[in-house]
Nanobody
Framework: QVQVVESGGGLVQAGDSLRLSCRASGRTVSRNSLAWFRQAPGKEREFVAAISWSDGITYYADDVKGRFTISRDTVRNAAYLQMNTLKSEDTAVYYC?????????????????WGQGTQVTVSS
């Protein structure tokens, strides 16, 4: 069984930065891409960023472009989300997920494995 664990969340002020980490453990699993989603209280889970595992092509939600950067480490089976110039609207639980097959980068349904989330709170 594959375990996915996020870390790096916390309480910061608007304008600050955080780097989230995502690590997969257990048996090696072939993957297509990895993504970060977030969910604020009372809201649906929304796409933040994704990266193709094979070629490193990245995808971003419009409201994080230029502020967030997704990256991967194939040796460590890890991925990162560098978040700069954080805003109050970024407050949410952030989830790491990856999928082994094809499908939309932006939808939750194609993703096979999920972490339990890490809380990011940005005070204004």
């Amino acid at each position: 069984q594959v375990q996915v664990v996020e870390s790096g969340g916390g309480l910061v002020q608007a304008g600050d930065s955080l780097r989230l980490s995502c690590r997969a453990s257990g048996r090696t699993v072939s993957r297509n891409s990895l993504a970060w989603f977030r969910q604020a209280p009372g809201k649906e889970r929304e796409f933040v960023a994704a990266i193709s595992w094979s070629d490193g092509i990245t995808y971003y939600a419009d409201d994080v472009k230029g502020r967030f950067t997704i990256s991967r480490d194939t040796v460590r089976n890890a991925a990162y989300l560098q978040m700069n110039t954080l805003k109050s609207e970024d407050t949410a639980v952030y989830y790491c997920a990856f999928k082994t097959g094809s499908g939309s980068y932006y939808s939750t349904q194609p993703y096979d494995y999920w972490g339990q989330g890490t809380q990011v709170t940005v005070s204004s």
